[in-house]
């Protein structure tokens, strides 16, 4: 799942909630990531109104299909205000971090029963749409299936039962089932 379908799924809500976490500092740093301009009108002086700005180019940035500024929101996100989800869940895997930081390819040397126990283990810890931001962020990155296959990742991001559904058996269909590092799934 790209970073602006995961956006598309989480709705507004919740990505206004994810924007209003960011300082002004770093909704700058996403918008000059995703290739947008900072620029505000003069009549916008304070930092209320510079963010009321930015936060509606999002929305034509989003609806312009811009992955480039989706992934840049979810990065800055969590590498700045939910690195514990990153911690947790790489310790969780036993993989080596600088503060959620890794340069480990963690959905290639674990088998999809690990990954899915770690997805499980964060579900009972933080807001699942928390999580399920996260591990379809990770999938992405790491060009992974085994959290989009995941239909309780696809629900915690906005997805019904039965959407969730079809799009992990779509997934399986398209990419065949997830894979770890000894190439089974997670029937063996």
Known sequence: ???????????????????NELSGKEVRAVLKAGGSSTSVPKTAYTKASRLKVWRKRFDSEF?????????????????????????????????EHRQGETDEDFCE???PQKLR???????GKYP??????????????????VFE????????????DSDAKAYAEASVAEHGEATGSDGASDDA
């Open 1 to 19: 799942m790209t970073p602006i379908e995961i956006c598309q799924q989480l709705g507004r809500d919740h990505i206004d909630a994810y924007y």
């Open 63 to 95: 609806e312009g299909g811009n992955g480039q500024l989706a992934l840049a929101l979810l990065i800055e996100w969590l590498m700045k205000h939910h690195r514990e989800l990153l911690v947790e869940f790489l310790d969780f895997l036993g993989v």
């Open 109 to 111: 040397t674990n088998t």
């Open 117 to 123: 126990e770690g997805a499980t283990m964060l579900l």
């Open 128 to 145: 699942a749409h928390h999580v399920g931001t996260y591990l379809l962020l990770v999938g992405h990155l790491q060009e992974s299936r």
């Open 149 to 160: 296959q995941t239909p309780e990742l696809l629900v915690a991001v906005g997805m019904s």
